[in-house]
């Protein structure tokens, strides 16, 4: 079994930063890409930002030059650093990964954690 799970989400005011973490662990081959995304109230699940196991990212618009997505693989782990956050920011981010797992190595299969909560509010 493989298990993601999100951490460091929390209530900060605009402006302010954070920094999430997600870590894979479990019967893990090797992780392809990983990336974050979110889910505001009322509004279906949209990308964040990707990073592939080279490290190359991809982020969507609306957090370009505000959000930064990087990884530890020998660590299994992607983070997002959030500056600069605004009330739109507000949602549950989930991170995903891309898993070849010992069990079955050549399949990928997608997994993903169960979010973490980023409210910006004053």
């Known amino acids: 079994q493989v298990q993601l799970v999100e951490s460091g989400g929390d209530l900060v005011q605009p402006g302010g930063s954070l920094r999430l973490s997600c870590v894979a662990s479990g019967s893990i081959f090797s992780i392809d890409t990983m990336g974050w995304y979110r889910q505001a109230p009322d509004k279906q699940r949209e990308l964040v930002a990707t990073i592939t196991r080279s490290g190359t990212a991809v982020y969507a618009d609306s957090v370009k030059g505000r959000f930064t997505i990087s990884r530890d693989n020998a660590k299994n782990t992607v983070y997002l650093q959030m500056n600069s956050l605004k009330p739109e920011d507000t949602a549950v981010y989930y991170c995903?990964?891309?898993?070849?797992?010992?069990?079955?190595?050549?399949?990928?299969?997608?997994?993903w954690g169960p979010g973490t909560q980023v409210t910006v509010s004053s």
């Open positions: 995903n990964a891309d898993i070849r797992t010992r069990v079955v190595p050549t399949t990928l299969l997608r997994y």
